[in-house]
C-alpha cells in the first residue's frame, strides 16, 4: 500500500516571502503522478501542481514549484512571493497507474499581512 | 465551461437512515471518483466509476454504493447511516480514467453530510 506523509500540520508566512511544505510518499511502483491539491476554508479541493514520477525536470506553475527527489521519495511545495489568498489546506497526493488518490493528512498553511 | 457540481450542499440525517448525493463531471469527462473527507484528515477514496462501471473502490462497507448514468453523472448512497458517516463527501471528475492513464481528478465543492 502506498503512504503519503506530511509531516507539518501548521504553518505560517508572512506576504511575499516564501514557504517549502513538505511531503514523502513510500511505494514500490515506478511509474506513478504526484499532486499537491489546496484547499481554502470554503473547502473546494484545487489542483495546484502535478508531478509525473518519469520526468526528472520539476514541474512549475507560476509561483508554485516542486522539488521531487524520487530516490528520497520526497515532493516539497515551494510558494514565492505568498499571497494572502495561499492561506489553506495543502495536501499532497500519489496516484500510480490507477485511479485512486492516495492523501496525505494536510498542511495548514496561515499567510500573514 | 462549469466545474463539478455536487448536491445538496448540506445534509443532515439520524442514524439508521439513508441518504443518496449527486454529482455531475464536467462537460466531456467520463469518470467520475467519490472521497470521504472526515474533519481533519485527507480525503479516502470510496469509489471510481467509469463508463458507467465500478472500476475501483476503497475500503468501505457495503453500505456504500453508487452508479453512473448515461450522461456521466453519479450517485453515491449510504445506507445505514453511522455517526461515523458524518463528513465532507467530495466528487472528483477526470477525462477518461483509463487505468493505463493518470488524468487529473478536478474536486467539487463537496457534500457536508451530518448524521445524528
Known amino acids: 500500500a502506498q503512504t503519503v506523509t506530511q509531516s507539518q500540520p501548521e504553518m505560517s508566512v508572512q506576504e511575499a516571502e516564501t514557504v517549502t511544505l513538505s511531503c514523502t510518499y513510500d511505494?514500490?511502483?515506478?511509474?506513478?503522478?504526484l499532486f499537491w491539491y489546496k484547499q481554502p476554508p470554503s473547502r473546494q479541493m484545487i489542483l495546484v501542481i502535478r508531478q509525473e514520477a518519469y520526468k526528472q525536470q520539476n514541474a512549475t506553475e507560476n509561483r508554485f514549484s516542486v522539488n521531487f527527489q524520487k530516490a528520497a521519495k520526497s515532493f516539497s511545495l515551494k510558494i514565492s512571493d505568498s499571497q494572502l489568498g495561499d492561506t489553506a489546506m495543502y495536501f499532497c497526493?500519489?496516484?500510480?497507474?490507477?485511479?485512486?488518490?492516495?492523501f496525505g493528512k494536510g498542511t495548514s498553511l496561515l499567510v500573514t499581512p | 465551461d462549469a466545474g463539478v457540481t455536487q448536491s445538496p450542499t448540506h445534509l443532515i440525517k439520524t442514524r439508521g437512515q439513508q441518504v443518496t448525493l449527486r454529482c455531475s463531471p464536467i462537460s466531456g469527462h467520463k469518470s467520475v471518483s467519490w472521497y470521504q473527507q472526515v474533519l481533519g484528515q485527507g480525503p479516502q477514496f470510496i469509489f471510481q466509476y467509469y463508463e458507467k462501471e465500478e472500476r475501483g473502490r476503497g475500503n468501505f462497507p457495503d453500505r456504500f454504493s453508487a452508479r453512473q448514468f448515461p450522461n456521466y453523472s453519479s450517485e453515491l448512497n449510504v445506507n445505514a447511516l453511522l455517526l461515523g458517516d458524518s463528513a465532507l463527501y467530495l466528487c472528483?471528475?477526470?477525462?477518461?480514467?483509463?487505468?493505463?492513464?493518470?488524468?487529473?481528478?478536478?474536486f467539487g465543492p463537496g457534500t457536508r453530510l451530518t448524521v445524528l
Open positions: 511505494t514500490s511502483e515506478n511509474n506513478y503522478y
Open positions: 472528483a471528475s477526470s477525462l477518461d480514467g483509463d487505468s493505463r492513464s493518470t488524468d487529473t481528478q478536478y
Open positions: 497526493a500519489f496516484m500510480n497507474s490507477g485511479y485512486a488518490l492516495n
